[in-house]
């Protein structure tokens, strides 16, 4: 069995090999290293792929938060929501620009911020709503854009985990997950469900004008040449990395639906477990887009969650725990107005979750061989 890898990039690569070395190559000849034609082609075909008028490559997923907050005018104060269950880039920008992180609890069963919860934060200073579409699943978009737009609110969605994904309105039609808020961020550290050989990240909106507001920010505030009108910053995609991404794009959706692949296997072999739940987004089959695994996390009862974990090592095999400290409990994050009991739900998942290796190679010897373990460990018979 090849060895089990948490993420097989190499794998990957040796598939790809012969495009992606030609389109750095090319890089390399034409030296246009910083916004060079690649970057361009890039940021069309990702439009195109997305339907999304404006995509605006920059340096990577953090910073495509920030920019997107700073296009929006966020000043000092102003209050932004978002999920105590998450990656801490999301609040770290928000600290960052001296905006008020306020974070609210997430739903049991999607792990994605829970709607009711945001209600009930929004204050007068309220500004905007930061939704992550945690693990690769589109949050309840339809409920937050509709809260939105009673209480004038922008809506960011950080899209670094599921790039590729659609949400599926409650009319039943679909949009790409990150191009239904105001504004949307990706990340394409390498990781991601499309990651680039380095960092780098992207601004998704349909509106000009933020996006004009943007392409300057991303460049120190300049319009024109040497004339900087707001305070910006340098984050730029180079183009050796928007090579390896032109040539990893038309992959996405075959690599989407690997992943799905094998999380329908995952979850068929834990299914009906009295001690597991498995992931939900998987019921319109492989081929939909529903949910694009950038993790495959179980929820455990009853299991020790961190034996498990050391049983997995013993036995060569990868995870993850995503994420084991609820950022309300960060000390960069604590704040006197969080309430233990208004964080049920993260304070429960972070003692039960685990992600097993996902990503775009894995083989049905290698998933075998993690779900028995899996259930070995979990039956007691290891
Ligand atoms: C990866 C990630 C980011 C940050 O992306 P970088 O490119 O690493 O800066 C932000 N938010 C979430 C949810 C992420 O998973």
Excluded: W
Excluded at 372 to 377: G, S
Aim: charged share 20%; glycine share 6%; with cysteine.
């Amino acid at each position: 069995m090849k060895k089990i890898q948490m993420v097989d990039l190499q794998g990957q690569y040796s598939k790809i090999k012969d495009v992606v070395d030609s389109s750095i190559a090319e890089v390399m000849e034409s030296a246009a290293f910083i916004n060079g034609p690649k970057v361009h082609q890039f940021q069309k075909n990702l439009e195109d792929y997305l339907g999304v008028k404006h995509v605006i490559p920059c340096a990577n997923g953090t910073d495509a938060l920030q920019i997107a907050m700073m296009g929006l005018g966020l000043k000092p104060g102003d209050e932004v929501i978002t999920a105590d269950f998450t990656f801490a880039a999301t609040v770290e920008v928000i600290a960052l620009l001296q905006l008020t992180p306020v974070l609210v609890d997430v739903d049991p069963v999607t792990f994605n911020i829970d709607v009711e919860a945001i209600k009930k934060a929004i204050t007068p200073k309220t500004k905007a709503i930061v939704p992550v579409h945690l693990f690769g699943l589109p949050a309840e978009m339809d409920a937050i854009m509709a809260l939105a737009k009673e209480h004038d609110l922008y809506v960011i969605e950080d899209n670094a985990q599921a790039i590729g994904a659609s949400y599926t309105h409650n009319d039943g039609s679909k949009t790409k997950a990150g191009v239904i808020g105001h504004v949307a961020s990706t990340s394409f550290f390498p990781s991601k469900n499309l990651g680039c050989y380095g960092d780098g990240g992207a601004i998704f909106t349909n509106d000009d004008d933020l996006a004009h507001k943007i392409r300057g920010i991303v460049n120190h505030g300049m319009y024109e040449r040497y004339h900087h009108d707001v305070v910006g910053v340098n984050s730029r995609l180079d183009s050796m990395q928007a090579a390896v991404l032109d040539a990893k794009l038309p992959n996405l959706d075959t690599y989407n639906t690997a992943r799905r692949r094998a999380a329908r296997q995952y979850n068929e072999a834990f299914k009906d477990h009295p001690n597991i739940t498995t992931p939900t987004g998987l019921e319109n089959g492989d081929s939909s887009d529903d949910h694009v695994f950038h993790q495959y996390t179980l929820n455990l009862e009853g299991v020790d969650r961190d034996a498990l974990v050391s049983h997995l090592q013993e036995k060569n095999i990868p995870c993850g725990v995503y994420y084991p400290i609820p950022l309300h409990r960060q000390k960069a994050y604590k704040d006197e107005r969080y309430n233990e009991a208004d964080f049920k739900v993260t304070n429960e998942l972070v003692t039960s979750v685990i992600s097993l290796p996902m990503h775009t190679e894995l083989d049905d010897e290698q998933i075998n061989y993690i779900t028995d373990t899996v259930l070995n460990f979990i039956n007691g018979n290891n």
